[in-house]
């Protein structure tokens, strides 16, 4: 596996224990190309600045990369392929962004589910369409922020292949996964099947 990354955490930024801090540790020691979301907020999200800074991450890739998001950032990437979307249908679209190769979204979370934090209310009303790029969904069988069938319909709408990794609380820090080794080897896999990337508008 060796397409370049793009980090997207979740609400409060993954912090130094988080697989995905983790992961970014390891591919940066092996000189992988890898970016991490930086919004200006990590605790009070704004979805209007987390879609600019995705924006920013893509252009500063600067080629296709494999989305690795977690919690919070998997609505953002819905949100931000909604937007880009309606840009193209309205030729306002920048040419420059950077290409997306296929996502990788661990723990989707309910936004109307009594966990949600109420700090993360922009990111509600979250699009169902199809997303454009091959997509696997990772979920927990007791995700607190999440449960199997709201995972499952996301899966469905944005039309993404499904996994679930087990009893696994929100695949965050909490659940002591160290470099969760069960996940590396699922990237690693969705990886190796993705053989060309996708601009916006070609589907799949």
């Given at each position: 596996?060796?397409?370049p990354?793009?980090?997207?955490?979740?609400?409060?930024?993954?912090?130094d224990?988080?697989?995905?801090?983790?992961?970014?540790?390891?591919?940066?020691?092996?000189?992988?190309?890898?970016?991490?979301?930086?919004?200006?907020?990590?605790?009070?999200?704004?979805?209007?600045d987390?879609?600019?800074?995705?924006?920013?991450?893509?252009?500063?890739?600067?080629?296709?990369a494999?989305?690795?998001?977690?919690?919070?950032?998997?609505?953002?990437?819905?949100?931000?392929?909604?937007k880009?979307?309606?840009?193209?249908?309205?030729?306002?679209?920048?040419?420059?962004?950077?290409q997306?190769?296929g996502?990788?979204?661990?723990?989707?979370?309910?936004?109307?589910g009594?966990?949600?934090?109420?700090?993360?209310?922009?990111?509600?009303?979250?699009?169902?369409?199809?997303?454009?790029?091959?997509?696997?969904?990772?979920?927990?069988?007791?995700?607190?922020?999440?449960?199997?069938?709201?995972v499952?319909?996301?899966?469905?709408?944005?039309?993404?292949?499904?996994?679930?990794?087990?009893?696994?609380?929100?695949?965050?820090?909490?659940?002591?996964?160290?470099?969760?080794p069960?996940?590396?080897?699922?990237?690693?896999?969705?990886?190796?099947?993705l053989?060309?990337?996708?601009?916006?508008?070609k589907?799949?």
């Open positions: 596996m060796q397409n990354i793009v980090i997207l955490p979740g609400i409060g930024g993954s912090g224990d988080h697989w995905q801090s983790i992961w970014e540790g390891r591919w940066r020691a092996e000189n992988r190309k890898v970016v991490r979301l930086s919004p200006p907020n990590w605790d009070e999200p704004r979805l209007e987390w879609l600019a800074a995705l924006d920013e991450a893509l252009k500063h890739i600067g080629e296709p494999v989305l690795v998001a977690h919690s919070l950032s998997c609505l953002l990437v819905a949100h931000w392929v909604a880009r979307m309606a840009q193209r249908a309205a030729k306002r679209a920048d040419k420059a962004w950077g997306v190769l996502a990788f979204l661990v723990a989707v979370p309910d936004p109307g009594p966990a949600f934090p109420s700090q993360a209310a922009s990111f509600q009303s979250v699009p169902r369409d199809p997303l454009p790029f091959a997509t696997l969904l990772v979920g927990s069988q007791n995700d607190p922020y999440g449960s199997v069938d709201y499952n319909r996301c899966a469905r709408d944005w039309r993404a292949a499904c996994v679930m990794a087990g009893a696994l609380g929100h695949i965050n820090t909490a659940s002591n996964l160290g470099d969760w069960q996940g590396q080897n699922l990237l690693t896999a969705f990886c190796a099947g053989t060309s990337h996708c601009h916006f508008g589907g799949r």
